[in-house]
């Protein structure tokens, strides 16, 4: 009798146990023609933890940029539902850039992976990171989106797979923060020129071609699309951001991407250099 009793609650815990190779991630969550899943992706730097916050598309659909452009909804994540969590920052790869008849969209195509940084309240106790996302996808017509997911992260109940691995090259290939300035992986901000009528011109070491340049304001909002300049010497990238009217007084944030690499920088006012 003890034997058998043994021989079922093995079984039991098998039943129970994770499958090998299985991968801490919530269920996709269908909202129209998008679906929405968290996927634990372990330790990152300084303590956090990395989840990637992972959106799928079906074909021809489209879904947003922080900063959309000429058209579109930026995407809105709320967390306050979440247990033993302090922080959540939101990591952005760098957006395709897309024109229409609206303008210029900054977008997602696919699948895109959002990394999230989590800083517990508790170091080393569980998290539950609970999150509901407000976001905007598009095929001819636009249409609102939401998702509510919520994953456990315990502190040892993560096990490595292909769905981390790729949070965590979705981490290494987001955009670089450097100073105005500096160069990460061949890229840089070389110059900022103020022109009479306001149109700031932006001048960039890329040293492969077909850089895009994605503009929004110091804090976050609406800046007008970056323009590229034809013609460009070797090794460099010009464009033009249409001002109309008065510069925005937290300055400019700048992400240039290229081939897969990309570095964000912060411009103040002060770093704008008026010409004629």
């Given at each position: 009798m003890?034997?058998?009793?043994?021989?079922?609650?093995?079984?039991?815990?098998?039943?129970l146990a994770p499958s090998a190779g299985a991968e801490p991630a919530s269920p996709w969550i269908e909202?129209?023609?998008?679906?929405?899943?968290?996927?634990?992706?372990?330790?990152?730097?300084?303590?956090?933890?990395?989840?990637?916050?992972?959106?799928?598309?079906?074909?021809?659909?489209?879904?947003?940029?922080?900063?959309?452009?000429?058209s579109g909804v930026p995407p809105q994540f709320d967390?306050?539902?979440?247990?033993?969590?302090?922080?959540?920052?939101?990591?952005?790869?760098?957006?395709?850039?897309?024109?229409?008849?609206?303008?210029?969209?900054?977008?997602?195509?696919?699948?895109?992976?959002l990394p999230l940084k989590v800083r517990p309240k508790t170091p080393g106790a569980p998290v539950r990171l609970a999150v509901t996302a407000d976001y905007g996808v598009c095929e001819k017509v636009c249409v609102p989106a939401q998702a509510q997911a919520a994953l456990e992260l315990a502190p040892d109940g993560f096990f490595p797979g292909p769905a981390?691995?790729?949070?965590?090259?979705?981490?290494?290939?987001?955009?670089?923060?450097?100073?105005?300035?500096?160069?990460?992986?061949?890229l840089a901000i070389?110059?900022?020129?103020?022109?009479?009528?306001?149109?700031?011109?932006v001048t960039a070491k890329a040293p492969a071609p077909g850089a895009n340049l994605f503009?929004?304001?110091?804090?976050?909002?609406?800046?007008?699309?970056?323009?590229?300049?034809?013609?460009?010497?070797?090794?460099?990238?010009?464009?033009?951001?249409?001002?109309?009217?008065?510069?925005?007084?937290?300055?400019?944030r700048l992400t240039l991407a290229v081939k897969g690499r990309a570095i964000e920088v912060a411009a103040p006012l002060d770093a704008l250099v008026r010409t004629p």
């Open positions: 003890p034997r058998l009793c043994f021989s079922v609650l093995f079984a039991v815990a098998l039943l909202d129209g023609a998008s679906a929405l899943r968290l996927v634990d992706a372990g330790e990152g730097e300084g303590g956090a933890r990395i989840v990637g916050l992972a959106i799928r598309l079906e074909a021809g659909w489209k879904t947003y940029w922080r900063q959309p452009g000429d967390f306050s539902r979440s247990e033993n969590v302090g922080e959540v920052t939101v990591v952005f790869p760098a957006p395709e850039r897309m024109t229409d008849e609206a303008g210029v969209a900054n977008v997602y195509h696919g699948e895109v992976l981390a691995a790729a949070v965590h090259r979705a981490l290494a290939s987001a955009p670089k923060r450097v100073a105005f300035g500096a160069e990460a992986d061949g070389a110059a900022i020129r103020r022109r009479a009528n306001d149109e700031i011109e503009a929004e304001t110091g804090d976050g909002g609406f800046a007008p699309s970056p323009q590229p300049v034809p013609d460009a010497p070797a090794g460099e990238a010009r464009f033009r951001i249409p001002f109309t009217g008065a510069l925005p007084q937290s300055g400019l």
